[in-house]
């Protein structure tokens, strides 16, 4: 950059358009504003990274349940509309916010610093979660090494941890089908192995007394945060790599649970269970709700990890095809990760003469108690058992490097001259902080602050995030001028669809999410313990300081203008003179000339002189400066 500033001043500036390259002197056409940002080595790293994020853990232990739980397979009616509806709206729009500034999401606030706070509300919410993210992870890899033996220590009764309760639920029927006796008075070795052996919960009183850290676990949570910094020590060059195994293998495992599955005897009953349609659960508000929230989650809208993600993508690249190849690609996977589930469950339910919902469980209950017990009944347990957790722990990794991405870049991104180029010790700091604070979470009451922290994290924090962000950009920015940004950059501009989604649609149904969260708020549980007083609120108020954070940053972004409180509004609400796309080539119309050093009053004709001509997205760039002249004519 100090190149070309120098050759600025060293000469008289010539209009590009009578320039030739031999004009330039010592400027360095190729010159990349953006170049020590980085970027992704291909347009495949970027399409499996976003895979790899949205398809995590949510799609197995998630998913299915609530499937079941709302209408087996009259549940996809309201899941297919809410994905139309909510959820591939606001990923087109988080890709394309991120990949037309190339920043991350608190610089990509130049486009109206009075919502700045909306991001660093993001980066308190993605820290929150990753911080107890990891720790599942770590639970994932203790479960990996224990199932490295010819016996699961789960499989039977009689351990040191076991009490009398423990019956071991295998061939539990008689010549008759009948049960011998009663299932829901024993504890199965499995349910006792997660709660007195992994966790240990009977060292804790509860919340408030987690007791002693339990350092198989500390270990583990070590080994998990080491592995997530290798991996995103060079930023998207070296997370880019990893994903082509972490996004693909999963699928892989899942066929094979699959087929596996399905093969078994009684596996019909499970997926039977899981698929049967029940038309009637539709006409309650819940089912809607249900499917809206499995949507939001799944998808990851308002982390700032696609955000992040489209960032490091080059200006052109075809977000709105890779856009519906993720979100469609993802419902998918959850609807199979579902038959490989209940078929096994099904299994499970023949050969416990139970009912198949009396062994269904969601969340950790279904990834650490159910399905490992069901692995015991199978032949070669311990191989199935490591594929099921070698899943999980590639399915987990690929949304944690998300969430640490979006946190360094985010920073890094706001003080780039002082951290850009240590990044990698940045990053080290980072994952060192989270590893301290995650700590609490390897007592023996570590469970119940990561329910809390699940509980309440990302609730409706979360949904306030994404509402403000749909409206800073529809409403403040305009959605015109949104629309018009997307067409210099893809070639073409977003349709009524999108349009209706962005403006009504999709903060309509994000408001109507947040409006039955409060009204249908219970207090978080485990089990059977119930959570005090003070533990509650603290959740509460973690949820609502990432909310203050957007208020906050508007107090920030006023104080910092001048006039009135109108005129500080005003200004505070207008982009900022440096917004618009990173690379100089890539700026036209309205983003002429906006970049610092920046001295060409046309950058299309870099694309001229660099390509020989003129490209479909030159032309576009023309017709967009044609449109912005007419507007302007029509408004003097």
């Known amino acids: 950059m100090k190149k070309l500033q120098g050759a600025h001043h060293r000469k008289p500036i010539t209009p590009d358009l009578l320039m030739t390259p031999s004009d330039q002197g010592d400027v360095d056409l190729d010159v990349d504003f953006a170049a020590d940002r980085g970027n992704w080595t291909g347009k495949l790293d970027f399409l499996l990274s976003c895979i790899g994020y949205c398809v995590g853990l949510g799609n197995v232990w998630r998913f299915p349940y609530r ?8 549940f996809l009616v309201p899941y297919f509309l809410m994905l139309a509806i909510c959820g591939i709206p606001l990923f087109f729009l988080e890709l394309s916010l991120g990949q037309f500034s190339s920043l991350g999401p608190l610089a990509v606030w130049k486009i109206s610093p009075l919502f700045k706070g909306a991001g660093a509300a993001m980066l308190l919410i993605v820290g929150l979660v990753a911080i107890y993210y990891n720790m599942i992870i770590a639970y994932v890899l203790f479960y990996l090494f224990a199932s490295l033996t010819s016996n699961l220590p789960w499989e039977h009764c009689g351990n040191w941890w076991n009490t009398d309760l423990c019956h071991e639920h295998r061939g539990s029927k008689d010549g008759n089908g009948a049960l011998p006796l009663n299932l829901t008075s024993t504890v199965s070795p499995s349910e006792e192995y997660w709660s007195r052996y992994v966790l240990h919960i009977q060292g804790s009183r509860g919340i408030g007394s987690p007791g002693e850290i339990r350092w198989n676990l500390c270990l583990c949570l070590l080994l998990a945060w080491v592995i997530v910094f290798l991996c995103i020590l060079k930023g998207v060059k070296s997370s880019g790599k990893v994903v082509y195994f972490t996004a693909t293998f999963p699928y892989l495992i899942l066929l094979m649970l699959l087929v596996r599955g399905v093969t078994l005897p009684g596996a019909w009953k499970g997926i039977q269970f899981y698929l049967t349609p029940q038309f009637h659960h539709l006409l309650s508000s819940k089912v809607w709700i249900e499917a809206a929230l499995q949507i939001f ?208 649609l999709s903060p309509a149904t994000l408001l109507a999410l947040l409006v039955y969260s409060i009204v249908k708020y219970q207090p978080s549980e485990y089990g059977s313990y119930r959570f005090p007083a003070w533990a509650e609120l603290l959740g509460i108020l973690m949820g609502l300081l990432s909310c203050l954070m957007i208020p906050a940053g508007m107090l920030v972004a006023v104080l910092q203008e001048e006039g009135s409180l109108w005129e500080r509004l005003q200004q505070a609400s207008r982009p900022t003179m440096d917004w618009g796309p990173s690379l100089e080539e890539n700026r036209t119309g309205m983003y002429v000339a906006t970049l610092v050093g920046s001295q060409s009053p046309k950058p299309l004709m870099v694309h001229m002189r660099k390509y020989g001509g003129i490209t479909s997205f030159e032309n576009t760039a023309i017709e967009v400066d044609r449109e912005i002249a007419e507007e302007e004519e029509s408004m003097m």
């Open 67 to 74: 499937a079941y739980t709302n209408g087996g397979g009259a």
């Open 297 to 504: 989650y799944s998808l990851g809208v308002g982390f700032g990890g696609l955000l992040t993600f489209a960032s490091y993508n080059t200006f052109h690249q075809n977000i709105y095809r890779d856009t519906f190849i993720v979100t469609l690609g993802n419902a998918i996977t959850s609807i199979l990760a579902g038959f490989a589930i209940f078929s096994v469950l099904g299994y499970m339910s023949q050969e416990l003469g139970v009912p198949v919902d009396q062994v269904a469980k969601a969340g950790p209950g279904l990834a650490f108690v159910v399905y490992p017990q069901a692995m015991t009944m199978l032949p070669l347990s311990p191989f199935w058992s490591f594929l099921f957790f070698f899943m999980l722990l590639t399915l987990g990794l690929d949304s944690q490097f998300a969430f640490l991405e979006t946190i360094v870049t985010a920073v890094t991104d706001e003080f780039p001259y002082y951290l850009r180029p240590k990044k990698a010790v940045f990053s080290g700091l980072i994952c060192v902080a989270m590893y301290l604070m995650g700590l609490v979470l390897t007592t023996d009451g570590g469970m119940y602050w990561l329910v809390l922290l699940d509980d309440y994290s990302a609730s409706f924090g979360l949904m306030v995030v994404v509402i403000t962000t749909c409206l800073a950009v529809t409403r403040v920015y305009g959605i015109q001028r949104f629309c018009r940004d997307i067409h210099m950059m893809l070639g073409f501009k977003p349709g009524l669809y999108f349009r209706a989604c962005w403006l009504f």
